[in-house]
């Protein structure tokens, strides 16, 4: 993706590719943003960006790195729809990353938390839609928490509370922002993240289909 240069707010700012020497700045942020549990670390990082440079992308914001976006090509029947965070992203290395998939995987976005309410984060989702579309892939999909459903998991299952987020009964933080980019859902999905308590573990699966797709003819 070349660099793409927007206005928030009458604020300049720069949505690109992650470069090598940004790699140190762009580990310290996802720590910031994730915590040691699941926070990426740096040789993470160094292997996305060998193996799928375009598809990993910051955001700048008075020069400073404040967000990031991460993502790789696949196959999704490889995978299905029960898959495990772990499973589609390789760990972090996504050694498993397709050139000659259809599909573009969504594995994280961080806002640094000093950023967040200014709206920067539609930004990165519209930087992956371009990656997508510069690509020719069919669509982008997300395994997305559900960090408010431990709020509500005494009155309803998963399934049922994914239904009311995107029905708008209910506010998710992750959830509705994907809802209002223009993901629907697929389906809610067990097991996902180990260790994300807020979410019960819980992911949706979340697809945003490309409306530029062309067939590719084989």
Known sequence: MS????????QEIVVRNILKEDLAEVAALSMKCFGPDMA?????FESQIELFPEGQICL??????VGTALSLIVNFEDYGDSHSYFQICDLGFIRNHNPNGRNLYGIEIGVHED????????????G????????????????GRIPFYYKYAEQMSADEYALEVMKGKIYDPV????????YV????MPGYLPGDVESLEYATLLEWKNPVYKLKLV
């Open 40 to 44: 990426l670390k740096y040789e993470h």
């Open 60 to 65: 700048e914001y008075n020069g400073k790195i």
């Open 115 to 126: 950023f967040r309410g200014l709206q920067l984060g539609r930004h990165l989702y519209d």
């Open 128 to 143: 992956r839609k371009r990656i997508c579309e510069k690509l020719n892939l069919e669509s982008i999909l997300v395994g």
């Open 3 to 10: 660099q793409v240069n927007v206005k928030n707010n009458g």
């Open 185 to 188: 859902l697929n389906k809610v």
């Open 175 to 182: 959830l509705t922002f994907q809802m209002k980019n223009g």
